[in-house]
């Protein structure tokens, strides 16, 4: 089912989406791009805090070098 959604952008994002929709097929394409991209991060922000929560209960509070061992290995780039 499709539905139609208004969204009031500003001069900057206009340029952006303007710029995006040649890649992504159109303004809705890259619009559910970005969408589908922010509800990824959502999901890997949300792993990593269980994550973080499993650690702590079982060896502590990890310091910002556990922290960012395991972005590298978790979440590469």
Not at 6 to 17: A, I, K, N, S
Not at 38 to 50: H, N, P, S, V
Not at 55 to 77: C, H, I, K, L, N
């Amino acid at each position: 089912m499709s539905t139609t959604t208004t969204v009031r952008l500003g001069d900057q994002e206009r340029e952006l989406l303007a710029e995006l929709a040649e890649e992504y097929g159109g303004q809705s394409g890259a619009i559910r791009r970005g969408i589908h991209l922010l509800a990824q991060q959502k999901r890997q922000r949300e792993a990593i805090r269980e994550f973080l929560d499993e650690w702590a209960e079982e060896s502590g509070t990890p310091d910002s070098e556990d922290v960012a061992a395991m972005r590298r290995r978790y979440f590469p780039q």
